[in-house]
Nanobody
Framework: QVQLVESGGGLVQAGDSLRLSCAAS???????????LGWFRQAPGKEREFVAA????????YYADSVKGRFTISRDNAKNTVYLQMNSLKPEDTAVYYC????????????????????WGQGTQVTVSS
């Protein structure tokens, strides 16, 4: 099993920044070093949507168009932690943000569908006021 724990959410104003963290652990954690870690978000009444992903080995990143240029995903291998730096936040960024791991995908294919991710964190709320 792989455990993912998010932190860093909160209430901010439009234009502010937040950094989310996702700490990974578990007996089979080593399996995800060959895969991807991603961030998703879900607003009330909406489907869970892809935000960004990073390939654990190599650090290749990919972003949804809606956050490109504002959000940055990164990882710290030594701390087994993935970060999502969110700048220039907008009210439409308000959602519960989830960290997820996709160990089955180790190549250049970028998993962007929720059902491609095997492990999920509990989520952290981000609220952006106008």
């Amino acid at each position: 099993q792989v455990q993912l724990v998010e932190s860093g959410g909160g209430l901010v104003q439009a234009g502010d920044s937040l950094r989310l963290s996702c700490a990974a652990s578990g007996r089979t954690f080593s399996s995800i070093v060959m895969g991807w870690l991603g961030w998703f978000r879900q607003a009330p009444g909406k489907e869970r949507e892809f935000v960004a992903a990073i390939r654990w080995t190599g650090g290749t990143t990919y972003y949804a168009d809606s956050v490109k240029g504002r959000f940055t995903i990164s990882r710290d291998n030594a701390k087994n932690t993935v970060y999502l730096q969110m700048n220039s936040l907008k009210p439409e960024d308000t959602a519960v943000y989830y960290c997820a791991a996709a160990p089955r995908y180790s190549g250049s294919y970028v998993p962007m569908r929720p059902n491609e991710y095997a492990y999920w964190g509990q989520g952290t709320q981000v609220t952006v006021s106008s």
